[in-house]
């Protein structure tokens, strides 16, 4: 008599076989694909690395491409890029920074050559695929070293942020930005200077506001709604009560990382990254708080600037940073017109008192 029926089928000897083979045929490739030799970098594991996600309109000045797209539409967008893609596109915002960020990279492969925590730089753009040539063009003119692409084709790329383990999400593109930022994940909109600024080609410079930007927006909400001196009591007040993190915090605690690899090497005089902390708020009143936050996360930030409401753009015409990130927008403009170029965080209160336009 049959059984009951409940019996799992069982796979015939061939079907093992195929799949047995198959399993054998992947593990060749791996194993050739591993083994081949190559002069470039090969892009470090998404799991292992620092990921920033540029746009094309953030590392390339799109400005006139932008003009005939909004004016004539896709199909002449995607004509004239393609008449033009042995044209190489001139650097946009983002370019010194994504620059900066390889001289990192290079430095860490001389000292850590098989360890893979360093950045990885993913192109993450809306354009069409028949755009590709003309940005890979340009990419490659400049040598840079970016080898991962997302070009969805008009459709909104920021669904693809976290399959890429996003870091950090630079974009010319405000409403883009903001649906990011609402996602979790680190980003800001970029903004190109008004003025030619020479930046340092050794060393990436990274300037950053504190609340709203590394920290949350909790005290500034105080500032907003009740004045200076509320603000000045209750930090006071809550000296010893680190504030919580903002959206940026992650991305600060990446750059310590990458900085303690370089100290263990004895490179501290020589580190290729240095932290700046641009904030309004004063010292004396209200600076012992935001310095003890940094300290119970076991964060260093290497130069620290109260200006007690004074403007940031003078100080930040000192450092030369390769990007200031803020969430301010008269902040953004005022670095803007100076010649450092700005990355506005759209987050927290401030946003309710000016929208950028």
């Known amino acids: ?35 081949l030799v190559t002069k470039r970098a090969r892009p470090p594991k998404p799991q292992n690395a620092i990921t920033v996600a540029v746009s094309s309109r953030a590392l390339f000045d799109l400005v006139e491409e932008r003009r005939i797209y909004e004016e004539h539409g896709v199909e002449k967008y995607v004509e004239y890029q393609q008449n033009n893609e042995n044209v190489t596109l001139k650097p946009g915002p983002a370019f ?8 990192v990279n290079a430095r860490l492969l001389e000292l850590y050559p098989d360890d893979e925590e360093r950045f990885d730089i993913v192109l993450m753009t809306n354009n069409h695929a028949q755009v590709g040539v003309r940005l890979i063009n340009s990419i490659n003119h400049y040598g840079l070293t970016i080898e991962r692409f997302c070009m969805t084709g008009g459709e909104s790329p920021i669904g693809y942020l976290t399959a890429y383990l996003t ?33 340092s080609d050794t060393q990436l410079r990274v300037a950053f506001d504190g ?19 509320r603000f000045f009591e209750h930090e006071q007040l809550n000296e010893n009560k680190p504030l919580a993190q903002g959206p940026l915090k992650g991305f600060l605690e990446d750059l310590g990382k990458l ?20 904030t309004a708020r004063s010292a004396a009143s209200s600076g012992a708080r935001v ?30 940073p390769h990007i200031f990130f803020d ?12 010649g450092t170029i700005a990355a506005h965080v759209p987050y927290g209160v401030a946003q309710k008192y000016h929208k950028s336009t």
């Open 1 to 35: 008599m049959s059984g009951s029926g409940s019996e799992e089928p069982q796979s015939s000897p061939a079907a093992e076989d195929g799949q047995q083979e198959a399993e054998q045929d992947w593990a060749a490739a791996k194993a050739f694909y591993d083994n």
């Open 96 to 103: 010194y920074f994504v620059k900066a960020l390889e001289h």
């Open 167 to 199: 870091n950090l999400y630079l974009s010319a593109d405000s409403e883009k930005v903001q649906e990011a930022i609402e996602a979790g994940i680190a980003s800001a909109t970029m903004f190109a200077a008004n003025k030619d600024v020479a930046y």
């Open 211 to 229: 609340d709203a930007v590394i920290f949350s927006d909790e005290s500034e909400q105080i500032v907003k709604e009740q004045g200076l001196d």
């Open 259 to 278: 900085q303690k690899k370089f100290y263990a090497k004895n490179e501290r005089l020589n580190c290729p990254i240095r932290t700046y902390l641009v």
């Open 291 to 320: 310095l003890k936050t940094l300290r119970s996360w076991g964060l260093e930030i290497d130069e620290a600037l109260f200006l007690a409401g004074a403007p940031k753009g003078p100080i930040l015409v000192k450092i030369r």
């Open 327 to 338: 969430d301010q927008m008269f902040h953004i403009e005022g670095a803007q017109k100076l």
